[in-house]
């Protein structure tokens, strides 16, 4: 696929980074020099300065063949405007914007066809704030992840000693949960994945991956160890879109503290927030944690742009007393030297908001997916098309569809129920099959599946 | 420079308007054939001659006005135009000191209702018009200055609500312009004062005292025909319907115009006054009526209730009637209300006192202090309606409210070294810079102004002025830095 990439900020950068690995030809147009210098050592890719708003400047980065343009610059309305060149100009058949300000988005219209003709908005902030606060909805929980409209829920948990069925196998969650259809998808010990049988026993120290339907994920949560307290405190330090956007989600339902360094933005924090109280100051400055009762704190969120700051900031929360850390850290060796260790949770902006636009990247009708274990695993959603000549899918029982060994079917929506595979479930067309792929690299295999056979073309 | 010339060439042009409506007392006395015809006709005369000599002699003077002129306008406007007002007062009444009919009309145009004038059931119809119609006319002016003019200065209450507020309270901004906003205000204000006389009118009043009662409710100001106030009515029905029209007189008429335009009730809720004005009214009536039931003044809690909330509400809202003399209920009571008065009203309306809005934000203020010493890091901002108050305006507040106390002090300090006791000293300078009327003591609802010798009449004048143009707006004038080139 041909893809230009406008903006080449954390979001530009993280996306043409998923973008090259999936075999791509990416071009990304940014107008400062420095930027593009670094991303082009590190990738295989083309890079175009200009302003991605400029014609000129996007008919130089190929926009006239390309299959799609993905504006992701800090200015809404250079988005906009790229789009809709894009559509007008050079009849670029899927084009994805990223939007921040939610004006724009309250009315259809406004993104449609006729007006700024955008396919797909993203905003990565309110994606990346929505993975956090289901965090601290489930705090047991290291990632919770949603496919068809939030009807499936996929929860990653690691066990603990304590948990009913941890030490037994897996067939018992039945006899524990009847009336909870739950699924195990899949369990990491180590770096090595398990692919779970019946009779599979669960160990203190795996990560387990439970689908499950939105409402069960609590009892699900339940089994695997023993539940924490509610969150109640939660301290968020930086105070930028995401902090903002996290404080604003938080400050109803639990008592909020945000800390910023910059005065000023401390000003427009406290303005726009209600009840969340605002304090100015460095979140790695042990003094002012200690006054603010750090380790009172149920949560401590970092999400500041630098990555050492968040890092450090947690690691002295922690040790101060507060009860679970979380950090965003962009950078990915970061992350792989943190995850379960001082840090409760890692997140990685890009992992956590590169999903959506992954689904509109992927061969066949794929609607949802999912990076897991920082991008080792994958699960997706895809829509089952065709008919029982034309595809391998409709009209199989999940035992007899010929998926590579390392990835499953976890459940089905059919409508608006929700069926958790079972071996003899009959697929049928237009169902929405959640797949989960341990191994990044069968993913290409997987679509394949679901694509049309050409004699139905 | 303040540019005298064209601010007197201003005035000139309202005394002639002034001037016409004395005519309207000149008519209704013509009709109804009282004692005071005499008085109107000199007295339009001597207002309409004084106006055009004024603006005839400054004409060649006549500029722009700046922002600067305003103050010099206001201030003068509210001083030179009741001296005119006296007129009638003075040719009708001989023996009337210039004193006493200044005070009278000082209280009519700030809208307090303290009177030195007793036996007003005697007194001919057209007088008590004219009473209570400088109440109207001053309610109309003080809408008008709160809402659109002060502002326009920089001063007064609602330019704390001025700044392009986010979000519901958009179009805080009533019209672009001045003379638009005037109008649309006039209209409301002349809408609930056909309304107050139609209702009144059906409550049972006789159609020229509902006139009058409607003019005196709406202004908030309080003068009634009858020496005994409401008292002289004994009615519930009237007295609801004056509840009712005191309480409405006592929002911001930006936010009246506003639910007008929309026809919603939508404005009143978002408007950061209304609520905590009515809830503070509401509270007091039912807390007042608890605890007269309590101590024995009145034999069931619907009669309690009733007193009560005649009284409160009258109090609060600075009008200053009466239906019985609440001077002799237990002490809390009366000095509640008195306390009510100091800031229940909202800002823009026609209520005197420190206004709601000042009242929120010194508690906003007062609170976060608080949070402030727990936790020295935390930015708070003070909100009002969801907007963010800058806190330059919130210094301009704390001023207010030093002076505004200093003032209190002041005044009540001369009161009572001109001989006075402390509590008619002190209740009568409440009354008169809160622009409410009554007091307590000496000067209760029973009895009048008249008690008071020719300075501390004075000194009741001063602070009416002064509360009714919200203390910056005429202390202004006096400072050296007004006059510097």
């Known amino acids: 696929m041909k893809i230009v990439i406008l903006g080449a900020g954390q979001v530009g950068s993280s996306v043409a980074e998923s973008l090259v690995s999936e075999r791509n030809d990416i071009t990304v147009v940014d107008t400062d020099p420095v930027r593009l210098r670094n991303l082009q050592d590190r990738l295989d890719l083309r890079t175009v300065t200009g302003s991605a708003s400029h014609p000129t400047v996007l008919v130089e980065a190929g926009i006239e063949d390309a299959d799609m343009v993905i504006a992701v610059t800090q200015s809404d309305e250079t988005n906009l405007v790229a789009c809709k060149l894009a559509q007008q100009l050079f009849n670029v058949p899927t084009r994805i914007a990223r939007i921040r300000a939610t004006d724009f988005l309250a009315e259809e219209r406004i993104l449609g066809q006729e007006c700024f003709a955008i396919d797909l908005a993203i905003c990565p902030e309110q994606v990346l704030t929505d993975y956090i606060v289901k965090l601290i909805e489930f705090p047991e929980a290291l990632q919770v992840l949603e496919f068809a409209d939030g009807k499936v829920s996929l929860v990653a948990v690691r066990a603990f000693q304590g948990g009913p069925l941890v030490g037994h196998q897996l067939q018992d969650i039945r006899k524990h949960m009847p009336s909870v259809d739950v699924r195990i998808a899949a369990i990491f010990r180590g770096d090595a994945s398990i692919l779970p049988e019946g009779d599979t026993v669960v160990e203190a120290g795996d990560e387990v991956f439970c689908l499950a339907a939105a409402e069960h994920i609590r009892q699900v949560l339940r089994e695997m160890r023993r539940m924490d307290k509610p969150v109640r405190r939660v301290m968020i330090a930086g105070g930028g879109n995401i902090g903002w956007r996290l404080a604003e989600a938080l400050e109803s339902n639990y008592v909020v503290k945000i800390l910023e360094q910059n005065k000023r933005r401390c000003e427009i924090l406290a303005g726009r927030l209600d009840s969340a109280l605002v304090l100015q100051g460095d979140a790695t400055d042990e003094s002012l944690l200690e006054a603010e009762n750090v380790d009172e704190m149920d949560i401590f969120i970092a999400v500041t742009n630098d990555d050492e700051n968040n890092i450090m900031s947690c690691l002295l929360a922690r040790r101060m007393g507060a009860r679970r850390v979380v950090a965003l850290i962009n950078r990915r060796s970061y992350v792989d030297l943190l995850q379960a260790g001082q840090i409760d949770i890692a997140i990685s902006p890009a992992q956590a908001t590169i999903g959506t636009l992954l689904a509109h990247v992927r061969r066949g009708d794929v609607t949802q997916v999912h990076a897991l274990r920082r991008g080792a695993a994958e699960a997706l959603e895809a829509v089952v098309h065709g008919d029982a000549q034309s595809g391998p899918l409709v009209g199989r029982r999940i035992e007899d569809i010929e998926l590579p060994k390392g990835a499953g079917i976890g459940a089905i929506v059919r409508g608006e129920e929700v069926i958790m595979a079972h071996h003899d479930t009959v697929v049928q067309a237009e169902d929405h099959v959640i797949v989960f792929v341990t191994n990044k690299k069968l993913v290409p295999k997987v679509e394949k599946l679901f694509q049309v056979g050409v004699g139905f073309v | ?485």
Request: proline share 4%; with cysteine.
């Open chain 2, 1 to 485: 420079m303040v540019r005298v010339g064209s601010v007197l060439n201003v005035l000139g042009v309202l005394l002639m308007i002034f001037a016409f409506a004395m005519a309207v007392p000149f008519a209704v006395s013509f009709f109804y054939g009282d004692a005071a015809l005499h008085a109107y006709d000199a007295a339009v005369l001597i207002t309409f001659t004084a106006g055009l000599a004024l603006w005839a002699g400054s004409r060649g003077r006549r500029r722009e006005l700046k922002p600067r002129d305003g103050f010099l306008l206001v201030a003068l406007t509210w001083t030179v135009v009741p001296a005119f007002a006296t007129l009638p007062f003075l040719i009708y009444l001989q023996d009337l000191s210039f004193t006493d009919a200044y005070f009278e009309a000082v209280s009519g145009l700030t809208t307090s209702g303290a009177t030195t004038l007793s036996g007003l059931d005697k007194l001919p119809p057209s007088i008590n018009l004219w009473r209570s119609m400088l109440i109207w006319i001053g309610g109309m002016g003080v809408v008008v200055l709160a809402v659109a003019i002060l502002p326009l200065l920089g001063a007064g209450g609602s330019q704390i609500m001025r700044a392009e507020t986010p979000g519901p309270m958009k179009d805080t901004k009533l019209t672009p312009r001045i003379t638009e906003t005037a109008k649309g205000l006039w209209v409301v204000y002349v809408i609930f004062t056909a309304a107050a006389i139609v209702s009144l009118k059906m409550a049972g009043m006789t159609f020229f005292d509902a006139v009058v009662h409607a003019f005196s409710t709406m202004g908030l100001g309080g003068f009634s025909s009858h020496d005994q106030s409401f008292g002289y009515f004994n009615s519930p029905a009237i007295e609801a319907v004056t509840i009712f029209f005191m309480l409405v007189a006592g929002i911001n008429f930006g936010t009246h115009f506003l639910a007008f335009r929309k026809l919603s009730f939508r404005p009143y809720r978002f408007d950061p006054e209304t609520g905590a004005y009515l809830g503070v009214a509401i509270l007091s009536c039912l807390g007042i009526a608890w605890f007269l039931l309590a101590n024995n003044v009145y034999p069931s809690f619907w009669t309690a209730l009733r007193y009560a909330s005649f009284n409160v509400v009258s109090i609060a809202t600075t009008t200053g009637f009466a239906n019985t003399d609440f001077n002799q209920w237990p002490i809390f009571a009366p000095v509640w209300m008195l306390f009510l008065s100091c800031f229940a009203t909202c800002s823009g309306s026609t209520g005197g006192g420190i206004k709601m809005v000042r009242a929120e934000l010194m508690v906003r203020q007062a609170l976060r202090e608080m949070v402030r010493i727990v936790h020295p890091r935390a930015l708070i901002p003070i909100k009002l309606a969801g907007q963010t108050v800058e806190n330059n305006i919130v210094f301009a507040v704390l001023a207010f409210m030093l002076v505004y106390g200093g003032t209190m002090t002041t005044m009540t300090m001369l009161l009572a070294a001109s001989g006075l006791d402390i509590v008619t000293a002190f209740t009568a300078v409440v009354a008169s810079l809160n622009n409410m009327g009554p007091g307590l003591g000496q000067v209760g609802p029973t009895s009048n102004y008249a008690v008071l010798n020719d300075f501390q009449t004075w000194v009741c004048t001063a602070s009416m002025l002064l509360g009714r143009l919200e203390l910056f707006s005429i202390l202004v004038v006096f400072t050296p830095a007004f006059w510097r080139k």
